[in-house]
Protein backbone atom coordinates (compact mmCIF):
# COMPACT_ATOMS: atom_id res chain seq x y z
CA UNK A 1 0.00 0.00 0.00
CA UNK A 2 1.77 3.37 -1.11
CA UNK A 3 1.76 6.21 1.05
CA UNK A 4 0.38 9.83 0.88
CA UNK A 5 2.93 12.20 0.66
CA UNK A 6 1.70 13.36 3.82
CA UNK A 7 2.15 10.19 5.51
CA UNK A 8 5.64 10.18 3.86
CA UNK A 9 7.02 13.70 4.72
CA UNK A 10 5.91 12.71 8.42
CA UNK A 11 7.95 9.47 8.36
CA UNK A 12 11.21 10.88 6.89
CA UNK A 13 10.24 13.50 10.23
CA UNK A 14 9.98 11.03 12.38
CA UNK A 15 13.17 9.28 11.38
CA UNK A 16 15.05 12.18 10.98
CA UNK A 17 14.18 13.17 14.71
CA UNK A 18 15.08 9.65 15.71
CA UNK A 19 18.45 9.18 14.10
CA UNK A 20 19.91 12.25 13.33
CA UNK A 21 19.69 11.40 9.37
CA UNK A 22 17.83 11.21 7.08
CA UNK A 23 16.56 7.74 5.40
CA UNK A 24 18.23 7.91 1.85
CA UNK A 25 21.89 8.67 3.73
CA UNK A 26 21.10 5.95 5.85
CA UNK A 27 19.97 3.68 2.88
CA UNK A 28 23.36 4.80 0.50
CA UNK A 29 25.98 4.48 3.20
CA UNK A 30 24.82 1.25 4.58
CA UNK A 31 25.23 -2.24 4.14
CA UNK A 32 22.61 -3.24 5.67
CA UNK A 33 20.30 -0.35 6.14
CA UNK A 34 17.26 -2.53 8.32
CA UNK A 35 19.97 -3.97 10.17
CA UNK A 36 21.23 -0.49 11.01
CA UNK A 37 17.92 0.60 12.20
CA UNK A 38 17.35 -2.16 14.81
CA UNK A 39 20.82 -1.70 15.84
CA UNK A 40 20.21 2.23 16.50
CA UNK A 41 16.36 1.96 17.81
CA UNK A 42 17.33 2.42 21.28
CA UNK A 43 19.49 5.25 20.67
CA UNK A 44 17.03 7.11 18.36
CA UNK A 45 14.27 6.35 20.93
CA UNK A 46 15.99 8.31 23.56
CA UNK A 47 16.84 10.73 21.00
CA UNK A 48 12.94 11.43 20.73
CA UNK A 49 12.47 12.08 24.03
CA UNK A 50 15.59 14.12 24.77
CA UNK A 51 14.40 16.60 22.32
CA UNK A 52 10.96 16.91 23.42
CA UNK A 53 12.59 17.63 27.03
CA UNK A 54 14.45 20.09 25.42
CA UNK A 55 12.10 21.85 23.94
CA UNK A 56 10.21 21.69 27.14
CA UNK A 57 13.29 23.35 28.98
CA UNK A 58 13.66 25.84 26.25
CA UNK A 59 10.10 26.90 25.86
CA UNK A 60 9.98 25.93 22.27
CA UNK A 61 6.74 25.07 20.67
CA UNK A 62 6.53 20.81 21.29
CA UNK A 63 4.14 20.42 18.50
CA UNK A 64 3.69 18.13 16.89
CA UNK A 65 4.45 16.01 19.72
CA UNK A 66 5.47 12.09 18.84
CA UNK A 67 5.80 9.73 21.86
CA UNK A 68 7.20 6.57 19.88
CA UNK A 69 7.14 4.28 22.98
CA UNK A 70 4.24 4.73 25.02
CA UNK A 71 1.51 2.50 26.60
CA UNK A 72 -1.99 2.96 25.79
CA UNK A 73 -4.75 0.64 28.32
CA UNK A 74 -8.24 0.93 28.37
CA UNK A 75 -7.70 0.56 32.32
CA UNK A 76 -5.32 1.09 34.80
CA UNK A 77 -3.62 -2.07 35.84
CA UNK A 78 -1.49 -4.61 33.37
CA UNK A 79 -4.59 -6.50 33.37
CA UNK A 80 -6.72 -3.99 31.41
CA UNK A 81 -6.47 -4.63 27.66
CA UNK A 82 -3.62 -2.39 26.50
CA UNK A 83 -1.11 -1.91 23.87
CA UNK A 84 2.57 -0.77 23.36
CA UNK A 85 1.93 1.77 20.87
CA UNK A 86 2.82 5.65 19.86
CA UNK A 87 0.82 8.67 20.78
CA UNK A 88 0.78 11.26 17.82
CA UNK A 89 -0.28 14.59 19.08
CA UNK A 90 -0.60 17.96 16.66
CA UNK A 91 -2.72 20.97 17.07
CA UNK A 92 -5.92 19.49 15.96
CA UNK A 93 -5.62 15.79 16.36
CA UNK A 94 -4.53 12.95 19.09
CA UNK A 95 -3.91 9.65 17.38
CA UNK A 96 -3.43 6.53 19.53
CA UNK A 97 -1.41 4.04 17.65
CA UNK A 98 -0.83 0.52 17.66
CA UNK A 99 2.76 -0.45 17.01
CA UNK A 100 2.27 -4.04 15.90
CA UNK A 101 -0.65 -3.29 13.59
CA UNK A 102 0.34 0.21 12.68
CA UNK A 103 -3.41 1.35 12.89
CA UNK A 104 -5.00 3.91 15.18
CA UNK A 105 -6.96 2.76 18.03
CA UNK A 106 -8.76 6.31 18.59
CA UNK A 107 -8.41 9.64 17.65
CA UNK A 108 -9.23 12.40 19.50
CA UNK A 109 -9.76 16.05 19.27
CA UNK A 110 -7.02 17.47 21.96
CA UNK A 111 -9.90 20.33 22.66
CA UNK A 112 -12.34 18.09 23.68
CA UNK A 113 -10.29 15.85 25.68
CA UNK A 114 -9.94 15.84 29.28
CA UNK A 115 -7.10 15.42 30.77
CA UNK A 116 -6.90 13.72 34.46
CA UNK A 117 -3.99 12.33 36.34
CA UNK A 118 -3.81 8.49 37.19
CA UNK A 119 -2.77 8.68 41.01
CA UNK A 120 -2.31 4.76 41.16
CA UNK A 121 0.67 5.39 37.93
CA UNK A 122 1.99 7.94 40.52
CA UNK A 123 3.05 10.69 37.75
CA UNK A 124 3.57 8.10 34.95
CA UNK A 125 0.62 8.52 32.67
CA UNK A 126 -2.44 10.37 32.01
CA UNK A 127 -6.84 9.35 31.44
CA UNK A 128 -8.30 10.77 28.57
CA UNK A 129 -11.93 11.05 28.79
CA UNK A 130 -14.01 12.02 25.51
CA UNK A 131 -17.52 11.50 25.55
CA UNK A 132 -17.85 7.79 26.61
CA UNK A 133 -14.07 7.20 25.42
CA UNK A 134 -11.66 6.39 28.15
CA UNK A 135 -7.75 6.05 27.23
CA UNK A 136 -5.18 5.36 29.51
CA UNK A 137 -1.77 6.46 28.50
CA UNK A 138 1.48 6.57 29.79
CA UNK A 139 4.05 8.75 27.16
CA UNK A 140 6.87 6.62 27.36
CA UNK A 141 6.41 3.18 28.83
CA UNK A 142 9.01 2.20 30.87
CA UNK A 143 8.89 -0.46 34.19
CA UNK A 144 12.40 0.16 35.12
CA UNK A 145 13.02 3.78 34.44
CA UNK A 146 11.23 6.18 36.57
CA UNK A 147 12.66 8.91 35.71
CA UNK A 148 12.84 9.22 31.90
CA UNK A 149 9.15 8.28 32.24
CA UNK A 150 7.98 11.08 34.49
CA UNK A 151 9.67 13.99 32.25
CA UNK A 152 8.14 12.30 29.24
CA UNK A 153 4.67 12.76 30.87
CA UNK A 154 5.47 16.37 31.70
CA UNK A 155 6.41 16.75 28.10
CA UNK A 156 3.12 15.66 27.39
CA UNK A 157 1.26 16.84 29.52
CA UNK A 158 2.68 20.74 28.08
CA UNK A 159 2.23 19.33 24.24
CA UNK A 160 -1.53 18.59 25.07
CA UNK A 161 -1.83 22.44 26.53
CA UNK A 162 -0.52 23.79 23.44
CA UNK A 163 -2.41 21.59 21.14
CA UNK A 164 -5.70 23.63 23.47
CA UNK A 165 -4.17 26.55 23.14
CA UNK A 166 -3.89 27.01 26.77
CA UNK A 167 -0.13 27.11 26.98
Known amino acids: MAQSPQDQSDADRRFRLMF??????????????EAWIRQHAAVGVRNVYRQAEESL?????????????ALISKGRTRFSQH???????????????DSRLEAPLATLDPRSVEIRKVLLWFGLGFQLIQGEARWFVQPRYSPSRLRPSRKAAKAFRHAMSEARGTS
Do not use: C, F, K, Q
Open 83 to 97: WVGAIDLTSNELSLI
Open 57 to 69: SDGTNLLPYWAPT
Open 20 to 33: GRDRPDVLAHEVNP
